[in-house]
T-cell receptor, first 111, second 114 residues
Framework: QKEVEQNSGPLSVPEGAIASLNCTYSDRGSQSFFWYRQYSGKSPELIMF????GDKEDGRFTAQLNKASQYVSLLIRDSQPSDSATYLC???????????FGSGTKLNVKP | EAGVTQFPSHSVIEKGQTVTLRCDPISGHDNLYWYRRVMGKEIKFLLHFVKESKQDESGMPNNRFLAERTGGTYSTLKVQPAELEDSGVYFC????????????FGSGTRLTVV
């Protein structure tokens, strides 16, 4: 069983809509949860991280964590074509210096 | 500030040859990490340096891979001899403290072994 699971997509949403990206993890020892955005051929770029149950908002982005259900999600409000990228979910398990990544969800925002 | 820089951006080598990848972390970042993504798979941890010391090399696939960080600045990752299954994108990342708040990735080196 993989430590982190993501639907590979593609997830297609119209411009201005809310994009919802989901991630599940297997180890209850997971402590911190990260969302990275990666444009094709570029480096993963940190969007947000969350440690505690609940929601964390940063501009158009909201991360949601539910430890009981072992899932973390990323909501992107007012999606823009520039948000089209692959979104990677990553978790730390006991060790802040080692990430486990999901395989990523490709998001397409259509004008 | 300059980001994490990796050289080369692409490398194509024949099976059995040696390749050395280089990573220059953000200045002042003591923590340096190597990850890789092979085709169709997720990004996986290789190892972690704190300054010049290897803290965790549990992700290194076998003894054909050798990472060094002399002087605690830049790091190299050597693959010798390269095999077909080593093809993929090798990412370097760095952070000032522990990776609790995430870290900054370089743009990666795409390695193709033919």
């Amino acid at each position: 069983q993989k430590e982190v699971e993501q639907n590979s997509g593609p997830l297609s949403v119209p411009e201005g809509a809310i994009a919802s990206l989901n991630c599940t993890y297997s180890d209850r020892g997971s402590q911190s949860f990260f969302w990275y955005r990666q444009y094709s051929g570029k480096s993963p770029e940190l969007i947000m991280f969350i440690y505690s149950n609940g929601d964390k908002e940063d501009g158009r982005f909201t991360a949601q964590l539910n430890k009981a259900s072992q899932y973390v999600s990323l909501l992107i409000r007012d999606s823009q074509p520039s948000d089209s990228a692959t979104y990677l979910c990553a978790v730390n398990i006991y060790n802040f210096n080692k990430f486990y990544f999901g395989s990523g969800t490709k998001l397409n925002v259509k004008p | 500030e300059a980001g994490v820089t990796q050289f080369p951006s692409h490398s194509v080598i024949e099976k059995g040859q040696t390749v050395t990848l280089r990573c220059d972390p953000i200045s002042g970042h003591d923590n340096l990490y190597w990850y890789r993504r092979v085709m169709g798979k997720e990004i996986k941890f290789l190892l972690h340096f704190v300054k010049e010391s290897k803290q965790d090399e549990s992700g290194m696939p076998n003894n054909r891979f050798l990472a060094e960080r002399t002087g605690g600045t830049y790091s190299t990752l050597k693959v010798q001899p390269a095999e077909l299954e080593d093809s993929g994108v090798y990412f370097c990342a760095s952070s000032y403290g522990q990776g609790r708040d995430g870290y900054t990735f370089g743009s990666g080196t795409r390695l193709t072994v033919v």
